[in-house]
């Protein structure tokens, strides 16, 4: 490790982290580790209004509304963690977070989680979620037109499907904020295994998502190969010292071509998934503001 590349606060993150064996037979203890460090990483993060458990047709969900009066436009959010960990208590502050920086209700999605359900289960719950919207979301404060869609990680990957799915339905989504996504199983990663994700750990979260035999070519494991022309405005949020940078790079590049509005950003010195640790990087806190910059720039609500 090159101790000048990372920033101070990535550097003391890193220090601190434990590291759980990941295996099948430790996936458990992996993902219990990563609920036990929401106090020091995340922090307490204030209600932006509302928090409710909901079952959307079927899909545990946690609605966070954003406290203004009448109903708000929302945002569909998909956790990170490989599809195989993370839920909505990791990713609960991030929630919180983006409610009162956007001003838009968000609703987090606990979709079926790799090795048990693999895909294509997850992406079908995050439709599953953004159906439930459609019929039920007025009846809980919410306008689900607009719906933007968002996601961290692996669940940044499930946004940006999410989106090409209901672009290709007919029923386009106003806007995606991808946070560190994952987007191509080719599994060309840097040598940045000391800042935090190992490609070792990709390669088994790939392996769990999409077990080897599975063509991983088609759209819905490779969205970077998608047909990406009228996909929605895009914010791509990057790390410098995350392996997953260069395909995030190379798929906002690949938007851009295809006429997609996009704004790529790259957070010098930070480390993978550097925005959900709101406790740990001030960047974090930068990053929100520039999502919800950009959501209310494209889509303007009352």
């Known amino acids: 490790m090159d101790p000048t590349r990372l920033h101070p606060q990535a550097r003391a993150a890193l220090g601190a982290q434990p590291r759980e064996p990941l295996t099948v037979a430790n996936l458990a203890a992996v993902r219990q580790s990563m609920v036990a460090a929401v106090p020091d990483e995340v922090g307490l993060v204030p209600a932006p209004g509302t928090v ?3 079952d959307a047709n079927g899909v545990p969900a946690r609605l966070f ?3 203004t009066a009448g109903a708000s436009p929302v945002i569909l959010y998909a956790h990170g963690g490989g599809w195989a960990l993370g839920d909505l208590d990791t990713h609960d502050g991030l929630c919180r977070a983006l409610a009162a920086e956007t001003g838009w209700s968000v609703l987090a999605v606990h979709y079926r989680r790799a090795p048990e359900h693999p895909f294509p289960a997850a992406p079908d719950d995050l439709d599953t979620a953004l159906t439930w919207l459609r019929d039920h979301g007025a009846a809980h404060g919410v306008d689900p037109a607009p ?3 968002a996601g961290d990680s692996a669940g940044g990957h499930l946004a940006t499907v999410a989106a090409r799915r209901a672009r290709d339905a007919g029923r386009p989504l106003a806007a995606q904020l991808l946070i560190c996504p994952v987007v191509d199983p080719a599994q060309d990663y840097p040598d940045l295994d000391d800042y935090g994700l190992h490609r070792d750990e990709m390669r088994f979260f790939w392996d769990a998502y999409a077990p080897p035999g599975v063509d ?7 969205p970077h190969l998608a047909d990406l022309a009228g996909l929605p405005p895009t914010v791509i949020v990057t790390a410098e010292l995350d392996i997953l940078r260069p395909e995030a790079e190379r798929y906002a590049a690949a938007l851009s071509a295809a006429g997609v509005p996009v704004i790529s950003a790259c957070y010098q010195g930070m480390v993978h998934n550097f925005p959900r640790k ?4 001030d960047a974090a806190h930068a990053a929100l503001a ?4 950009a959501l209310r720039h494209w889509v303007p609500v009352a």
């Open 65 to 67: 509304r954003d406290g």
């Open 290 to 293: 520039q999502l919800g910059a």
């Open 278 to 281: 709101l406790a740990l990087f």
């Open 216 to 222: 991983r070519a088609v759209p819905d494991l490779s």
């Open 52 to 54: 409710v458990d909901v």
């Open 147 to 149: 719906t933007a869609v």
